[in-house]
C-alpha cells in the first residue's frame, strides 16, 4: 500500500516535567496518527516508528526482524556517517539473531525459572529488610535511589552471578555510564571496556576456583571465556540497571497518585496486580531497533528489506486500542499482556527474578514507611534522559516521619 504515513523528523529526547511517566508527547501523538510512521534518521534512512501494540508485538515475535548488532547503522539521534559496525561480541546475545542467540540463552534458562526464582524470595527479603534498616537509621530523608532501588538488585544479581559484593561499586559506576546516556562516546567506550576487563577477570578466577552461582554452573559447557564474559555483561547490566529503575520510578509513580498508593497499602493482595500494572506504565526498557531482512508486510504497509525499525514499547503498553485508559494508573487493571519484557525470543530472561524483587521491596517500603513522601517538589525529581537505554530517575529524595 501506498498511503501517506504520519512522520516524526525527530526522536524526543526528554520528557514533559509535568508527565515524568508518560511517553514523549511526540510518540503519544504518533500513535495517534496511526500505529506506523516514517522516520528519517538523521545519516539519511527511511526508517520506520512503530508505536502501535499490536504491530510492536509482531514484530518482536517476527524472526524476519533481525536484532543482529552488525545491521543496527543507524542511530536516531546521530549521523555517524559510513561507519562499520561490528557483530555483538561472543555471548552477548541480545544483540544476536538464531542460531546464535540459542547457543547463549538456552544454558540460561533454566537458572531463572519461575520456581527456581521463587525460592529466592527469602533471600530477597532479607537483602530488603537490611536496607530498610539502614534506611531509618540514616534517615528521615535519604536518596530512594542509592538507599534503596539501587542496592536491592545489585546485590541479587551479584550473589547469582558470583559476582564479590565489595566489588559492586565500580561495576555499577560503569553500567550506569553506559547505559544512562548522559556520557560522551569516549567516557561511554571506555567504561564499556573497564567492565568486560573486569569481567574477564572474574571468569578467569571462576575456572581456578569455581563456587555456587550461575558463571560457575557454566564451566562445564562448551563455552569459551570469551563467551561466558559476554553473557555476564548481559545478566549483569539487566539484572541491575532495569530493575532499580523500576524500583525507584515505581516509587515515585506511587507517591504522585496517592489513591493508588492507598489502595496497594490497604490490599496487599493487589501485590501482583500493582507490579505488573507498574510495569506497563512505566515500561522503562522503552524501545528496541530491528532491521527488516526482506520485503515485509506489516499493518497494510510494506516495511522494505533493510529498513531500520524502531519499537516504541512504552506508547505500545499505552495504546488505547489495547489497554482502556491507558495514561491512568490503575494497580486493579486486569488487562494483561504488556511487553515491559519484550517478546519473542528475545524475552526477558530475568523477568521473574525482577517481579520477585519488585513485589518483596514495593510492600516492604511502603510498610516500613507509612508516611512517606517526596522530600522535593515533584518537578525537581531529576529525570534521566530519554538518550539512557533504560528510563527512570537519577534521584529520588524522600523523607517521612521520624
Not at 168 to 188: A, H, M, P, T
Not at 353 to 382: H, W, Y
Not at 390 to 399: D, H, M, R
Amino acid at each position: 500500500m501506498t498511503e501517506s504515513l504520519h512522520t516524526v523528523t525527530t526522536m524526543p529526547t526528554a520528557r514533559q516535567s509535568d508527565c515524568p511517566f508518560d511517553p514523549p508527547k511526540e510518540l503519544i501523538q504518533a500513535r495517534e496518527h496511526g500505529p506506523i510512521s516514517r522516520f528519517p534518521f538523521p545519516d539519511g534512512h527511511q526508517g520506520r516508528l512503530v508505536t502501535g501494540y499490536d504491530l510492536v508485538r509482531a514484530v518482536l515475535a517476527d524472526p524476519r526482524f533481525s536484532s543482529r548488532k552488525e545491521l543496527m547503522r543507524h542511530h536516531p539521534l546521530v549521523d555517524y556517517g559510513d561507519i562499520e559496525v561490528p557483530p555483538a561480541p561472543p555471548g552477548e546475545f541480545l544483540l544476536m539473531d538464531e542460531p546464535q542467540h540459542s547457543r547463549y540463552r538456552k544454558p540460561l534458562v533454566g537458572k531463572f525459572t519461575v520456581r527456581r526464582m521463587r525460592l529466592l524470595t527469602e533471600r530477597v527479603e532479607q537483602v530488603t529488610a537490611d536496607h530498610l534498616d539502614a534506611m531509618e537509621k540514616a534517615g528521615p530523608q535519604v536518596d530512594l535511589v542509592t538507599a534503596f532501588a539501587k542496592p536491592i538488585p545489585s546485590v541479587i544479581i551479584c550473589e547469582l552471578l558470583g559476582v564479590p559484593y565489595e566489588d559492586r561499586g565500580s561495576f555499577q559506576e560503569n553500567i550506569d555510564k553506559f547505559l544512562g546516556g548522559e556520557v560522551g562516546d569516549e567516557e561511554l567506550i571506555a567504561a564499556y571496556t573497564a567492565t568486560q576487563q573486569y569481567l574477564a577477570e572474574l571468569v578467569a578466577a571462576k575456572r581456578a576456583n569455581p563456587t555456587d552461582d550461575v558463571l560457575s554452573d557454566l564451566l562445564d559447557s562448551d563455552l569459551t571465556d570469551e563467551e561466558l564474559q559476554g553473557m555476564a555483561l548481559i545478566l549483569l547490566s539487566a539484572g541491575f540497571d532495569t530493575t532499580a529503575n523500576m524500583l525507584a520510578l515505581g516509587t515515585f509513580a506511587l507517591l504522585r497518585n496517592p489513591d493508588q498508593l492507598a489502595a496497594l497499602r490497604a490490599e496487599p493482595t493487589l501485590t501482583d496486580q500493582a507490579v505488573e500494572e507498574l510495569l506497563r506504565y512505566l515500561s522503562v526498557a522503552k524501545q528496541f531497533h530491528r532491521v527488516a531482512l526482506e520485503d515485509i508486510e506489516l499493518g497494510g504497509h510494506t516495511i522494505t528489506a533493510g529498513t531500520t525499525v524502531i519499537l516504541s514499547l512504552n506508547t505500545a503498553n499505552r495504546d488505547p486500542e489495547r489497554f482502556p485508559n491507558p495514561h491512568g494508573l490503575d494497580l486493579r487493571r486486569q488487562d494483561g499482556g504488556h511487553l515491559a519484557f519484550s517478546h519473542g525470543i528475545h524475552q526477558c530472561l530475568g523477568q521473574q527474578l525482577a517481579r520477585v524483587e519488585m513485589r518483596v521491596a514495593f510492600p516492604a517500603l511502603l510498610n516500613r514507611f507509612p508516611t512517606l513522601r517526596l522530600a522535593v517538589p515533584a518537578e525537581e525529581v531529576a529525570l534521566r534522559p530519554e538518550t539512557a537505554d533504560i528510563y527512570g530517575v537519577k534521584s529520588l529524595p524522600v523523607t517521612w516521619d521520624a
